[in-house]
């Protein structure tokens, strides 16, 4: 007789793994093993249907065989961590950049990691932004110490390809605007962040990015400075808390050594 | 003593209500429909932005029922203590009239199957599911209810018949339960059981809600039908006629019209719940089953 704990992974073993023998002994006399065939279908269905609202525009693109195909061979190897599926399908972008038949969409790993960042901010909690006061009382040594943490909604991405105008051109059904993309353009550099109206997927200058993303990753304002050059910092600065890009602030010296430190 | 099973604030009444869906979140709010209360699951309000939003709107009209669908209270492993805090936090933000997991597991070694699959009926399951329903009890301070299942498959070593099972958890814990008569009839179709024996079987002090959804069909390669809950499509006459055996052993009791598939105009919805209202009414009035018919 399995304990539950064996039980449980054998279902896990059927359902997920297809493994056809896992579950033969656990049935009830007389059950027929198709009738498992019904949670195969409930789980790969209810996970590609989560992959399919965080990533619409690669739906679209590679269309919904497709699209199915790349799903069902993802929720094979990654499923999900959380009951939360809002959080389910980071690691899709990556797996699409690796996944054989897609090679001949090289822009569609990076449309993907947009779509990513776009159903983030989407569901990014309601994090309040960095309360100015405080940073406005510290003293300009404390100033120049300062580690932003970004809000939650916030991400940083860069692409070869012109990911964000396929992304809008696909969601929009603008077939005319895809059909004018140029695919050979310049490296972008892209912010998406929710904002008062929603999310926003905005392009930045390459200098601004760097500087943003410096401290996105916990610099300080000196060191995010070197990051970038040719930066209006302190204007940069006040539009990013102006727009609540920062939900918190350490002091460096409040930290404990980060590890690369250490090393 | 244990607190009572509804909220302090915004008690879910003995009538019909609906379950809620981002689609009908901006035509309830346009529409402000009459229906009693509203129930949602609780793992779509877990993030921030626009849903919590519509829902803090919402609640305004009608009070609120959290149904969770992820916490797995029969995982041989234990509670995610994540997921048992982001219920919590819904729920400190909501308000709900009342709480309900399902009797049911979907995680096993961290991993989140994404749907309510079938526990065996052993003492061993019975110990676990118990376990987890104090967790949850304690942690967010207030009874819940659990739902029975529906299923499609048993299993050899299950050894407690399953109204047997609902009732000890209840009867263990002090929890309610929240009778899905919808699930009775697929599971008593799909294994050959009783629908009104496993009806008799529940305790009614300890019905909390009921629950009432369509289901589908589908043939068999061994020729068998089996019914799928799919929850896509209207309630059919053999549920309804079940559900009146329900009100008349249980009493009045808070039902709702749930529809997660192929999800039809909230009207729809709110024509179920009438049909709903009226053999409650029915029941208030001392109208027998009989006598209805």
């Known amino acids: ?263 | 003593m244990s607190p009572a099973i509804g909220s302090r604030a915004n008690p879910i009444p003995a009538k019909a209500g609906i379950g809620l869906r981002f689609q009908h979140h901006q035509t309830v709010i346009d529409t402000r429909p009459d229906v009693a209360w509203m129930e949602v699951h609780t793992e779509n309000y877990m993030g921030g932005g626009t849903p919590l939003r519509y829902l803090d709107a919402i609640r305004r009209d009608a009070p609120i029922s959290l149904h969770g669908v992820g916490l797995s209270l029969g995982s041989a492993e234990g509670l995610d203590p994540a997921h048992l805090r982001r219920i919590k936090q819904v729920a400190e933000r909501i308000e709900p009239g009342l709480m309900s997991e399902h009797i049911a597991w979907s995680v096993v070694d961290g991993n989140y199957l994404a749907d309510l699959l079938p526990l065996p009926m052993t003492e061993e399951a019975l110990d676990v599911v118990c376990r987890h329903v104090d967790q949850m009890q304690n942690y967010v301070n207030r009874r819940i209810l659990v739902e029975n299942p529906s299923t499609y498959v048993t299993f050899r070593h299950s050894t407690i018949p399953e109204w047997e099972f609902m009732t000890a958890v209840a009867a263990r814990t002090g929890c309610g339960i929240l009778c899905d008569v919808n699930n009775i009839y697929v599971s008593a179709q799909n294994h050959g059981w009783d629908a009104s024996a496993y009806l008799a079987g529940l305790p009614p002090t300890a019905i909390g809600e009921i629950h009432l959804a369509g289901h589908a069909v589908r043939q068999l390669s061994d020729g068998n039908a089996l019914r799928i809950d799919d929850h896509g499509s209207a309630v059919i006459p053999e549920v309804w006629a079940l559900y009146q055996e329900a009100l008349a052993r249980f009493g009045p009791v808070p039902t709702l019209i749930e529809w997660d598939n192929n999800i039809p105009p909230l009207e729809m919805l709110l024509t179920e719940a009438r049909r709903a209202a009226a053999f409650i009414s029915d029941v208030e009035r001392g109208v027998t089953h009989a006598d209805a018919a």
């Open chain 1, 1 to 263: 007789m399995p304990t539950l704990l064996e039980l449980q992974r054998a279902m896990r073993a059927s359902v997920v793994q297809h493994d056809a023998s896992a579950m033969v002994e656990a049935l009830a006399i007389g059950v027929e093993p198709g009738r498992l065939d019904i949670y195969r279908n409930t789980i790969v269905s209810g996970l590609t249907r989560a992959l399919r609202l965080a990533f619409p525009a690669v739906a679209h693109l590679v269309g919904d065989d497709f699209f199915a195909g790349a799903a069902a061979a993802f929720i094979r190897e990654h499923l999900p961590g959380k009951a939360y599926l809002d959080q389910y399908g980071g690691e899709f972008p990556d797996f699409l950049s690796g996944f054989p038949p897609a090679i001949s969409l090289p822009y569609l790993a990076d449309v993907a990691r947009l779509e990513w960042a776009v159903s983030r901010a989407l569901h990014a909690p309601d994090d309040a932004p960095l309360d100015l006061s405080r940073l406005a009382a510290l003293s300009a040594d404390d100033q120049d110490r300062v580690r932003f943490q970004p809000h939650p909604s916030v991400s940083l991405l860069q692409s070869d390809f012109p990911a964000d105008e396929i992304w809008r051109a696909v969601l929009d059904a603008d077939d005319q605007a895809l059909g004018n993309i140029d695919l050979i353009g310049v490296p972008i550099f892209l912010l998406v962040e929710r904002g008062r109206s929603g999310v926003a997927v905005t392009r930045l200058q390459e200098p601004a990015w760097q500087f943003l993303d410096a401290l996105c990753r916990g610099e300080s304002l000196p060191s995010a400075i070197d990051c970038a050059t040719d930066v209006d910092a302190p204007s940069l600065l006040a539009e990013h808390l102006a727009s609540g890009r920062f939900a918190a602030f350490l002091l460096d010296a409040d930290d404990a050594i980060a590890p690369s430190e250490a090393a």
